[in-house]
């Protein structure tokens, strides 16, 4: 089991920045990818960066690719979204999710814990 903790979301403009922090415990945090999904009112969850268990690889969504970066602390067990020039349509709700897949993955159904999500709003 890995429990996930977001946090860093708020309301911002657009323009701004904004790190998304999130935080893990209860099984090796070195052990699995993680990604970054997000949910906008009245969509469905989608896909926003991954990264490796290794760090070796990370992947963005075309739509925050070049303005948001994914990283990762293995001596503090969390997971790091730098988001730069937020823009409105990047309200949504934030959530990370640790899979045990070797290669960087886009899809929620291969990742099997998630976080309770942390609310980033942007207002133009």
């Known amino acids: 089991q890995v429990q996930l903790v977001e946090s860093g979301g708020g309301l911002v403009q657009a323009g701004d920045s904004l790190r998304l922090s999130c935080a893990a415990s209860?099984?090796?945090?070195?052990?699995?990818?993680m990604g970054w999904f997000r949910q906008a009112p009245g969509k469905e969850r989608e896909f926003v960066a991954a990264?490796?268990?290794?760090?070796?690889?990370?992947y963005y969504a075309d739509s925050v690719k070049g303005r948001f970066a994914i990283s990762r602390d293995y001596a503090k067990s969390t997971l790091y979204l730098q988001m730069n020039n937020l823009q409105p349509e990047d309200t949504a709700v934030y959530y990370c999710?640790?899979?045990?897949?070797?290669?960087?993955?886009?899809?929620?159904?291969?990742?099997?814990?998630w976080g309770q999500g942390t609310q980033v709003t942007v207002s133009s």
């Open positions: 990264i490796t268990w290794s760090a070796d690889r990370t």
């Open positions: 209860g099984h090796t945090f070195s052990s699995y990818g």
């Open positions: 999710a640790a899979t045990a897949q070797a290669r960087v993955t886009v899809y929620e159904r291969l990742y099997a814990f």
